[in-house]
Nanobody, 127 residues
Framework: QVQLVESGGGLVQAGGTLRLSCAAS????????IAWFRQAPGKERDFVGG????????RYADSVKGRFTISRDNAKNTVYLQMNSLKPEDTAVYYC????????????????????WGQGTQVTVSS
């Protein structure tokens, strides 16, 4: 079992920055990929970005490329989502999720591939 807890959400003006954290406990952290998804009201939960277990590979949705950066500190069992140049359309609940099946090097983008989820943290970007 893996437990995930997100933090760092809040209200920010357009153009501002936030850093989300995803703290994990349970099984060895470096063995699985971590991804961020987000869900706006009335919309599906979408892939934002992810990082492999080793930390050597990252993937991003086109909508956030160049603005968001994912990193991980395996010693602290934590993954970070640095969000810069935020836009109102980034407003959503952000979830982190762990993928056990992808191994150390894959970053999968499909929601159903992820085995464990956090409770989510709200990000609101005002115009």
């Amino acid at each position: 079992q893996v437990q995930l807890v997100e933090s760092g959400g809040g209200l920010v003006q357009a153009g501002g920055t936030l850093r989300l954290s995803c703290a994990a406990s349970g099984r060895p952290f470096s063995g699985y990929a971590i991804a961020w998804f987000r869900q706006a009201p009335g919309k599906e939960r979408d892939f934002v970005g992810g990082i492999s277990g080793s930390g050597g590979r990252t993937r991003y949705a086109d909508s956030v490329k160049g603005r968001f950066t994912i990193s991980r500190d395996n010693a602290k069992n934590t993954v970070y989502l640095q969000m810069n140049s935020l836009k109102p359309e980034d407003t959503a609940v952000y979830y982190c999720a762990a993928d056990e099946g992808g191994g150390t090097f894959l970053v999968r983008t499909t929601l159903t591939e992820y085995d464990y989820w956090g409770q989510g943290t709200q990000v609101t970007v005002s115009s």
